[in-house]
């Protein structure tokens, strides 16, 4: 960094201030880098030097603490955006793919004699549980997409769908374990080798979901934390400019 130019410096520190999706955040590095980048153009066109005109472009498009809040929420809405559709896509081939072992899955004469009472509700909750979860997704991916104009607190709601995924995925999770836990004896379903497959893909996407919960939720604490850095500067500069 030490032969970086005024621009690549500022890239930088936004680069380490932002959170967000890789791909969203270096297109939206890129953007700021080019825009930057004409800016400076622009003055040297009038005769300043190639320094003092990149300080002149960064000037001009504003410090981090100014800038990185509304790049920060652009890209949390990104991740929402991202976290709704893998919901959306992933939990209706869940249950698909459940419904399908289910039925051809190579049961007992007697398994109504075999399975605990409760068997059939707790199927029937997870299978509820997992619509509730895919209706979230798809909610959330209209209002990222067509009802942008709509929702006024996109971050919000992206935390909040974070917040739900962190719920609802391990209690499905867990509820999904009994199930198989009480199928597995007489029934023999942990020999049953499409079973442990759809069980094996089941818990890849539920850790994918959770993953990609859990980086809803740090975009939207980077939201929170650099909307107070950027109070606090401005603070600070009220103070210095009475004094």
């Not at 929402?80 to 209706?92: E, K, Q």
């Not at 909040?160 to 379903?189: D, E, N, Y």
């Not at 919960?213 to 650099?226: D, G, N, P």
């Amino acid at each position: 960094m030490g032969n970086a130019g005024p621009i690549d410096e500022y890239v930088a520190s936004m680069r380490h201030a932002l959170r967000g999706p890789g791909g969203a955040k270096r297109d939206l590095l890129a953007e700021a880098r080019d825009s930057l980048l004409d800016a400076a153009e622009a003055y040297e066109i009038e005769g300043v030097p190639r320094a003092e005109a990149e300080r002149l472009a960064v000037a001009d498009f504003g410090t981090v603490p100014e800038v990185a809040p509304g790049f920060q929420g652009e890209l949390t809405v990104s991740q929402g955006r991202r976290t709704a559709a893998l919901l959306f896509l992933s939990v209706p081939l869940i249950a698909f793919m459940w419904t399908v072992i289910w039925r051809v899955f190579p049961q007992s004469p007697h398994v109504d004699e075999i399975k605990p009472v409760w068997f059939g509700l707790l199927a029937r909750t997870v299978d509820l549980l997992q619509l509730s979860v895919g209706v979230m997704g798809g909610v959330a991916l209209l209002a990222f997409g067509r009802g942008a104009r709509r929702v006024r607190r996109p971050v919000r709601l992206t935390r909040w769908l974070g917040l739900f995924v962190w719920i609802q995925t391990p209690l499905i999770g867990a509820m999904g374990l009994t199930l198989a836990a009480a199928a597995h004896g007489p029934v023999g379903f942990s020999a049953y080798l499409p079973g442990l497959a759809v069980s094996a893909v089941s818990y890849a996407l539920s850790v994918w979901q959770l993953y990609s919960a859990a980086h809803c939720l740090r975009c939207t604490r980077a939201v929170s934390a650099l909307g107070t850095a950027d109070l606090s500067a401005a603070g600070r500069e009220r103070s210095l400019s009475r004094s």
